[in-house]
């Protein structure tokens, strides 16, 4: 496929982790609208070919397939439906991909909304922080059509290399909400492993190599726990972008009928730490709980 047949992409929300997704995008050969609220965060995409949108409206009106990746289920909402919001812009036949960790609910409006308007919509929320965004080997996780699936799947392999359809609208957020459940087990356990082995003496580093290769191993101790050893607590994955994927998750499972005790007290311990300034670090600063 060479760059006069490649759909132009339409990407709202240059954060952590959005940056590096539509970086990617323009570095494999694609034509990218970008509109972010702070625009001074796309200045380095502009500087790489991307096209600064003035708005939500005329992003949505010139892109063939739209990609949001936005902080909280509210500003979703308000992209997708809001006065001047892609459902209200978007041509009939353009594909939309929800990437935000969002409300299963939620996306389910949206499949509904866009399908009035002629409109395909996947939820693909993404797993893999800020390493994966940049080296693009993100886990996505899809919920909607086979079809529209399958149209994308292009696009999806430029910024991840796990990919999955879930089932039908609403799966993908339904499966992030499974990946942050046991996130949140892991970062409790991967902390009260640090914290222990600095409080008998041993030291930190010498303790992983012996401990991430074997029944513990796992991302979170590879690559996070590393970062609190050097108290490294720069945002891959924000504190208050964690307790809002927490809250959905805890919200959703009451729904269901399921008691998940675990997640509430890492719900607890986090926004301890949000109360006391952390909330815009990242999520390994959980370590500072227990020091």
């Known amino acids: 496929m060479n760059k006069e047949t490649l759909p132009i992409i339409g990407f709202i929300g240059i954060g952590v982790m959005g940056k590096s997704m539509a970086s990617n995008l323009v570095e494999h050969g694609y034509k990218v609208n970008v509109y972010n609220r702070t625009k001074a965060k796309a200045e380095t995409l502009v500087n790489k070919g991307a096209h600064l949108s003035d708005s939500v409206a005329e992003l949505a009106s010139k892109s063939d397939v739209i990609i949001t990746m936005v902080g909280y289920p509210q500003d979703v909402e308000e992209v997708y439906l809001g006065n001047e919001g892609i459902v209200e812009n978007v041509r009939s036949g353009t594909y939309c991909i929800d990437m ?28 893999g922080g800020d390493i994966g965004a940049r080296e693009a080997r993100l886990a996505i996780m899809v919920g909607g059509d086979m079809s529209t699936f399958e149209k994308v799947m292009p696009i999806f392999s430029v910024m991840g290399g796990n990919i ?39 030291e930190p580093t010498r303790v992983l190599e012996s401990i991430e290769t074997g029944a ?42 399921l008691n998940t005790p675990g997640l509430s007290l ?3 311990l986090y926004e301890q730490l949000a109360e006391q300034g952390e909330d815009s670090s990242g999520t390994q600063a959980l370590i500072k709980y227990y020091l």
């Open 100 to 127: 935000t960790t969002s409300t299963p609910s939620l996306a389910k409006t949206l499949y509904e909304e866009c399908k009035k308007k002629g409109v395909s919509v996947l939820d693909a929320p993404v797993s």
């Open 266 to 268: 890492a719900k607890e």
């Open 164 to 202: 999955v359809l879930q089932g039908p609208a609403g799966s993908g957020q339904h499966t992030k909400m499974c990946n942050q459940i046991a996130v949140a087990g892991t970062m409790l356990g991967a902390s009260e492993a640090l914290a222990y082995a600095k409080q008998a003496g041993l």
């Open 216 to 257: 513990a191993g796992s991302w979170t101790l590879s690559n996070l726990v590393p970062r609190m050893i050097k108290e490294d607590y720069s945002p891959g994955f924000f504190i208050k972008h964690f307790i809002k994927d927490m809250k959905i998750a805890l919200t959703t499972a009451e729904e269901m009928g």
